[in-house]
């Protein structure tokens, strides 16, 4: 943790003269500057895969089979993952639903339980034009969908 000055004149002229309580949220130096105490959270979601459902995959399929169908739901749901991104960073949250819906779809196919919530939640936010869950959303989307796309590989069902 470090103590982090903010100097906009705006914040100067609210922040002359406020005393801050002993709890360690800061203090006002004689030019108005507050220092503040910045805590980096860092982010620790579990990542479900849905094991029972690959192992259905390869009774159904067979393992060859399988393994292509869950290979390519992957990369399907990498470029879908692509199309969102672009999207979001254009602000395109008309665009972003579909991409999402069908990432939810994938995820769901092939036992990847959170990336398949995760991409709900975008979906909603995304119907609802709500530019800050959109955001906050899609953080967490790129965080669960990395691991959970690596994640998928790793399960003693497969072999890749």
């Known amino acids: 943790m470090g103590h982090v000055l903010l100097p906009s004149e705006p914040f100067r002229k609210r922040a002359t003269g406020l005393h801050f309580n002993d709890g360690g ?23 479900l895969v849905d094991s029972d459902r690959v192992s259905e995959l390869m009774r159904r399929l067979g393992h060859a089979h399988a393994e292509a169908y869950v290979a390519e739901r992957v990369e399907e749901i990498s470029d879908r993952l692509a199309k969102v991104e ?4 254009k602000a395109a949250y008309g665009d972003v639903v579909p991409d999402a819906e069908r990432v939810e779809h994938l995820s769901g196919e092939i036992g990847l339980i959170s ?19 959109c955001h906050a959303v899609w953080e967490r989307l790129v965080r669960i969908g990395d691991r959970s796309l690596a994640q998928v590989w790793e399960l003693p069902a497969l072999s890749m």
């Open 115 to 133: 990336l398949a919530k995760v991409s709900h939640d975008l979906r909603i936010a995304a119907s609802h034009d709500d530019s800050t869950a």
């Open 86 to 89: 672009a999207s979001h960073r």
């Open 25 to 47: 949220l800061g203090q006002v130096d004689d030019k108005g500057y507050a220092g503040a105490m910045i805590t980096q959270l860092k982010q620790a979601e579990r990542v």
